[in-house]
């Protein structure tokens, strides 16, 4: 593979379910990060992380976890789905979350809550 | 509280050249990107700003005024491929980017 992969491409699902999005890199990169973009609102940054073994809260974290235990992967888990995480969800990585680096994205998860 | 503007929709014809225009009110500064995105599709790359002045890349330049809070995309020599939505981010103090709802650009024959 090469860049980023996202998993599943995408999901329709039932409230309160459970639903973890999978993300991979292969690029070596640091900085992992998590947005979702719904119509007429700008990318909205949910959680980040700078370095494996480390995660941070972005603007909207409420609802959403992350773990990073390795430098390629970047799981997002909804604990129990609402409708409002309706949204396209994208997975980016960059070389380093501090310095004046570009971010990649993967081809996003669309994601559908009943 | 953080604010990036950019014009909802812009409609341009092939061949000409387009401006597209970002303002920005952040707690702090590090850098001002455009991003590309084509419907459907992840954003890509297109341009990074951090001192003031024009950036140039081919049929593409940005623009940035620190002191203003201002920052435009040029795109010459439009093409039908150019239609897309381009999407203003700027990164802040705490080196988060800040992202524009973007600007949808309709190329015309």
């Known amino acids: 593979i090469a860049g980023i992969t996202q998993a599943p491409t995408s999901q329709i699902l039932a409230a309160g379910r459970r639903m973890t999005l999978r993300c991979t890199q292969d690029?070596?990169?640091?900085?992992m990060y998590w947005y979702r973009q719904d119509l007429g609102l700008g990318l909205r940054l949910i959680h980040y992380s700078n370095t494996a073994g480390t995660t941070g809260k972005g603007e909207v974290p409420d609802g959403y976890s992350v773990s990073r235990a390795n430098t390629d992967d970047f799981p997002l888990t909804l604990a129990s789905a609402v409708p409002s995480q309706t949204s396209v969800y994208f997975c980016?990585?960059?070389?380093?979350?501090?310095?004046?680096?570009?971010?990649?994205f993967g081809p996003g998860t669309r994601l559908t809550v009943l | 509280g953080q604010n990036i503007d950019q014009p909802t929709e812009m409609t341009a014809t092939e061949g000409a050249i387009v401006q597209i225009n970002c303002t920005y009110q952040?707690?702090?500064?590090?850098?001002l990107f455009w991003y590309q995105q084509h419907a459907g599709e992840a954003p890509t790359f297109l341009s990074y700003n951090v001192l003031d002045g024009l950036e140039e890349k081919g049929r593409f330049s940005s623009f940035l005024s620190r002191s203003k809070g201002y920052s435009y995309l040029l795109l010459k020599e439009l093409q039908m491929k150019d239609s897309a939505s381009y999407l203003c981010?700027?990164?802040?103090?705490?080196?988060?980017?800040?992202w524009g709802a973007g600007t949808k650009l309709i190329i015309k024959p």
């Open positions: 690029m070596r990169h640091n900085a």
């Open positions: 981010a700027v990164r802040d103090s705490n080196y988060q980017l800040i």
């Open positions: 980016a990585s960059s070389v380093s979350g501090t310095s004046a680096n570009e971010q990649f």
């Open positions: 952040t707690s702090g500064f590090n850098g």
